[in-house]
């Protein structure tokens, strides 16, 4: 059998174990078994390309594998749940601008051709590779650095913003089609690669904190196309197949995140055309004198007399890594013979499937989390509703203030309950920047302090009640 032919078939099988290991992420059950099928898809993948290209130097490829497996063992050691979205636009990231360098090696390499005979298909490839690469590079870092508290996580909007996104848009569509033109030109590539890392920029900049889950998701889905355009430019079969399945899988995830939010694809596409740029702020009266806190005996004794409960995991909990605590909250309840869910929001957290994950590894069972549209029809007969870190996806003012940067999103209406108990920090707001009339409802209490200690105390002053 010819060595293309046995390639081919690898790239053939390593495209078929990324499919099954996607549909098998689908279910928690089967998530870490497809998590090692596309792990072994993609080591499939790499040593076959090894052996389709001419290789110049194995030494250099071995350092650049033994430094990137280094980095990557140390980041999945240290790096916190909390802290994966950050992870995960930063591997976006780096992922675009790899198909822009790329792409720019091939050209250099074609250019001599290119005197001679253009081929179409490989030039526009190449320049599509450098807008779509650079502005999933720029557009995840600046995602990454709101994310992390580098960038204010606040909508940036000035005078014009629109319109210079639309220039330097269209710009890049110019150099495009002229670098199509003019292929043995490179340095038009360069600034056409520096233009689009500019868009990027241009274009998530403008995107506030509390729509990131859904520009993570986009950006994954940029990032895919960017390497499906890098594998037409190598004729690369495995690269076209799997940079597809990440841009469609991700551009899915955009659609289903946008539902969720009640936002449109197009505000996300062009970051927040059309958008107003409204910002509410807190007059420092809003909560004076209207809160009532509460202690963990008090919600012991509310537990004690409730036959149902559901708890709303939230950020909060992520950070206080309380999702073990809660878990001993559950079984404690359970056994008492307490009905208990879980209500999770579409973007609690800052990444789609965040409190899902955060629940399956305390080893809570799948069938006790609902999800919002099934849940929100109930809550009016919920004795309890023990809210732990959450606040924009309870916050009412997303269905009474049009002018809210939530506005029209779907919440979970945990307000019809008979009882609210919030665990939080403090009464700041949320990623949102908004406050939360919950907090002053009649029948919410808040229980302040960090969501891990507050559910220890709770657990506590149950086993004693």
Request: proline share 4%; charged share 15%; with cysteine.
């Amino acid at each position: 059998m010819e060595l293309i032919s046995i390639l081919n078939l690898a790239y053939l099988i390593a495209s078929i174990l990324f499919i099954i290991g996607i549909k098998q992420l689908a279910h928690p059950k089967t998530a870490t078994r497809g998590n090692l099928l596309g792990a072994l898809g993609m080591l499939i993948a790499v040593v076959a390309t090894l052996f389709d290209r001419e290789i110049l130097s194995y030494e250099w490829i071995a350092v650049g594998v033994l430094i990137g497996s280094v980095i990557g063992i140390i980041l999945a050691i240290k790096i916190q749940m909390t802290a994966m979205p950050q992870l995960v636009a930063v591997l976006n990231g780096f992922g675009g601008i790899a198909s822009v360098f790329v792409a720019g090696a091939a050209l250099q390499l074609s250019i001599p051709k290119y005197a001679t005979a253009v081929n179409y298909q490989e030039i526009v490839s190449i320049v599509f590779s450098a807008i779509v690469g650079g502005i999933t590079f720029s557009g995840s870092f600046i995602a990454f650095g709101k994310l992390q508290g580098f960038i204010t996580e606040k909508a940036v909007r000035y005078p014009g913003d629109q319109l210079v996104k639309i220039l330097v848009g269209l710009t890049a569509v110019g150099l495009g089609v002229y670098g199509c033109m003019e292929p043995t030109d490179e340095s038009i590539y360069w600034i056409l690669s520096g233009v689009s890392l500019l868009l990027g920029i241009f274009l998530v900049i403008p995107i506030g904190g509390a729509d990131m889950p859904v520009v993570i998701s986009l950006l994954n889905s940029y990032s895919g196309i960017a390497a499906s355009a890098t594998g037409f430019v190598l004729n690369n079969n495995v690269l076209i197949i799997s940079g597809s399945l990440v841009g469609a899988s991700g551009i899915i995830l955009t659609q289903i995140m946008c539902k969720a939010m009640n936002r449109s694809l197009t505000n996300v596409l062009f970051g927040g055309f059309g958008a107003v740029a409204t910002e509410m702020k807190d007059d420092g009266d809003f909560y004076s004198g209207k809160v009532k806190s509460t202690s963990a005996e008090e919600v012991a004794m509310l537990l004690d007399v409730a036959r149902s409960v559901v708890i709303v995991p939230g950020y909060g909990m992520a950070v206080a890594q309380a999702q073990h605590t809660v878990r001993d909250l559950y079984q404690l309840l359970t056994a008492r013979g307490i009905d208990v869910t879980f209500a999770i929001h579409p973007v609690a957290g800052r990444m789609p499937g965040h409190m899902n994950v955060l629940l399956a590894e305390a080893d809570i069972p799948y069938d006790r989390l609902k999800e919002m549209d099934e849940i929100n029809s109930t809550f009016e007969n919920v004795d309890v509703v023990i809210v732990n870190g959450a606040n924009d996806v309870t916050n009412p003012l997303a269905k009474t203030d049009p002018k809210s940067p939530i506005a029209g999103m779907p919440i979970l209406d945990v307000g019809n309950a008979k009882t609210v108990v919030v665990i939080k920090r403090s009464l700041s707001a949320g990623f949102a920047g908004v406050p939360n009339p919950l907090f002053i409802a009649d029948n919410c209490l808040m229980l302040f302090g960090d969501g891990k200690k507050a559910t220890q105390e709770m657990i506590a002053a149950l086993k004693e009640s």
